[in-house]
């Protein structure tokens, strides 16, 4: 009976060690909520780097899209580039649009500015690119003239997979809800290294796709793809925040590596 007893206790001290719980990488700052270090401009019309008319600022903790210089809307997109490409990862950070539109812009770009991401590096854009070729994580309030949920996926010069087949439209709408402007909003994009990509606003899951090309139809795709020898697929490439026209700010911009 002793023998019977002791043998529990000598299995669990011949069994191996269970494996230790790997640590989640680290989120880190990647702006520093006081100076815009790190992060470069291309704004349509103008060289990379050039800004001066002050459209990216920091006001109060904040990355803010200003126009406080622009008395009117005239094609001046702009994108504020984080300095390095990336390739899996997360990025999380809280927007709100606010105040008004600039006379001028069409209808589409009310309440609306995005995060650019697989983009093509800011050095590679002609000087009078309106956006890079890239995805789109739109970021989108109401009022607004048509009515649309925050979170969609818009493809400037690329397309993706979206239920197993590749996907035409240049913007697919999230299923999350009509988000007053004002508001803040808590956003996150999740790229993970098997090529899978998901969206995330205030929490949820609201829009999921994979396998992103550059699209050989597009004028501002094909000098990447001939660089690229030929090949459409996009596993990596910079970030941006987007002006198009309507004043947004941007706060605790974190990233996670994955790769």
């Known amino acids: 009976m002793k023998t019977l007893a002791l043998l529990p206790l000598l299995a669990l001290l011949g069994a191996p060690p269970a494996p230790e719980p790997q640590a989640q990488p680290k989120w880190e700052r990647i702006f520093d909520g006081k100076t815009l270090n790190g992060w470069t401009p291309k704004i349509t019309g103008r060289a990379l780097g050039e800004d001066p008319l002050h459209m990216f600022i920091v006001h109060d903790g904040t990355i803010r899209v200003s126009y406080a210089n622009y008395p009117k809307f005239e094609g001046e997109f702009g994108h504020?580039?984080?300095k390095a490409p990336l390739g899996a990862y997360r990025i999380r950070f809280e927007y709100r649009l606010?105040?008004?539109?600039?006379?001028g812009i069409s209808v589409w770009q009310a309440t609306n500015s995005g995060l650019m991401f697989h983009s093509q590096a800011p050095a590679t854009m002609r000087?009078?690119?309106?956006?890079?070729?890239?995805?789109?994580?739109?970021?989108?309030?109401?009022?607004?003239p048509q009515a649309e949920p925050s979170g969609n996926l818009c493809t400037p010069g690329t397309t993706v997979v979206v239920d197993g087949t590749r996907d035409p439209r240049h913007c697919i709408p999230s299923s999350a809800p009509l988000l007053p402007a004002g508001r803040w909003t808590r956003a996150e994009l999740e790229v993970l290294p098997d090529g899978r990509i998901?969206?995330?606003?205030?929490?949820?899951?609201?829009?999921?796709?994979?396998?992103?090309?550059?699209?050989?139809?597009?004028?501002?795709?094909?000098?990447?793809?001939?660089?690229?020898?030929g090949k459409l697929a996009l596993h990596r490439g910079y970030i941006a925040l987007q002006s198009e026209g309507h004043p947004v700010e941007f706060r605790n911009i974190e990233l996670q590596r994955l790769d």
């Open 127 to 144: 000087r009078d690119q309106d956006f890079p070729v890239s995805l789109e994580f739109q970021l989108l309030a109401v009022p607004r």
């Open 198 to 229: 998901t969206h995330f606003i205030d929490g949820k899951p609201v829009l999921r796709f994979t396998a992103p090309e550059l699209d050989p139809a597009d004028k501002d795709a094909q000098p990447l793809i001939a660089a690229a020898g």
């Open 98 to 103: 606010f105040g008004e539109s600039l006379p």
């Open 80 to 82: 504020l580039f984080w």
